[in-house]
């Protein structure tokens, strides 16, 4: 949470204005834009199938790059393998260990550090609270 | 612009909840294949950026299989090799001994191939030569300038050196 507060100007390329700050904060917070690539927050993919024979179907897919934000691996990196005595660098197995629920971890983390700057000023009462993250153990990767 | 209304910091606060079963909520919405790709990117560029920056590359152990009978013969080998402790002394010795025999080769071709250059010495490369002689306990026979190259590849000895070297 530190690492993602210390550097989360960096990883969205916010001005020092805050009421910059909280316009683009505010773009990035509506539709969770915050967690789509910074090339991305906008795709939209339109796929059509014209087969007048059968039938036409038009279809508008809402593709977003949600979850390919680098700042998801920035946040990993200073957290984990940043320094040579870091728990991914001891640990060699731990870069196997990275799976969803650390990504939506780090997402979490990231929203929650974006709202704390939604104003423009940062909140220093917005604790990441074990609350945060409650929510039932995913059976499928588990928890880290 | 300033916030301090603490109402505010409540409902942010509120708002903070469950963050963490909304991303995965999401996350559980993209196609396996998709969750595959993400996945394999963010452990691709942070193993990129391990090698970069900490100069540690995965260990390859494709196409090597633990033979461990030539392990096994290899240590022997070395084991063999290996002077017993009282020895040790001796063996250093004869470590030295090459070591000088091998400085002393390759001064007599240093000599030699000056010899071929230069067939009258001049002051400065004599002076150098006599240097290196002296740093091995060889006092050369001819080392002021004009004497002719042919002789300067014969040298004295000094009796506890020629001794040494088994002269």
Redesign the interface.
């Known amino acids: 949470m530190f690492h993602v507060k210390e550097r989360i100007g960096r990883y969205y390329d916010l001005l020092r204005d805050p009421a910059a700050i909280a316009h683009r904060l505010d773009y990035l917070l509506e539709r969770d834009r915050f967690r789509c690539s910074l090339s991305g927050y906008e795709v939209s993919v339109r796929f059509v199938i014209a087969r007048p024979q059968l039938m036409r179907m038009d279809l508008t897919l809402q593709v977003t790059n949600r979850f390919l934000m680098p700042q998801i691996t920035k946040a990993i990196w200073g957290k984990y393998f940043k320094g040579r005595k870091m728990r991914g660098i001891a640990q060699p197995d731990f870069l196997g260990r990275i799976n969803g629920t650390m990504v939506c971890l780090t997402c979490a983390i990231l929203s929650h550090t974006v709202r704390a700057w939604q104003t423009g000023i940062y909140l220093e009462t917005c604790v990441f609270k074990p609350d945060a993250v409650a929510g039932e153990p995913d059976p499928k990767h588990g928890v880290l | 612009?300033?916030?301090s209304s603490?109402g505010?910091?409540a409902n942010?606060?509120m708002?903070?909840?469950?963050?963490?079963?909304?991303?995965?909520q999401?996350?559980a919405t993209?196609s396996d294949w998709v969750?595959t790709m993400?996945?394999k990117?963010?452990?691709e560029?942070?193993?990129a950026?391990?090698e970069k920056e900490?100069g540690?590359q995965e260990e390859c152990r494709e196409g090597f299989t633990d033979d461990w009978e030539a392990v096994a013969a290899e240590v022997h080998s070395q084991m063999c090799r290996r002077p017993p402790h009282g020895q040790l002394l001796g063996f250093r010795h004869a470590q030295l001994h090459a070591f000088r025999h091998v400085q002393l080769y390759r001064l007599r071709v240093k000599l030699q191939a000056t010899c071929v250059l230069e067939p009258w010495l001049e002051p400065r490369l004599t002076k150098t030569i006599h240097r290196k002689l002296s740093r091995l306990s060889i006092s050369p026979r001819c080392w002021q300038p004009g004497y002719s190259t042919s002789l300067i590849r014969t040298y004295r000895l000094r009796t506890a050196h020629r001794r040494w070297l088994g002269g």
């Open positions: 612009m300033v916030f603490s505010q910091d942010l606060m708002s903070s909840e469950g963050l963490f079963a909304r991303q995965r999401t996350w993209c969750q993400i996945l990117n963010i452990r560029t942070i193993k950026k391990m900490h540690i």
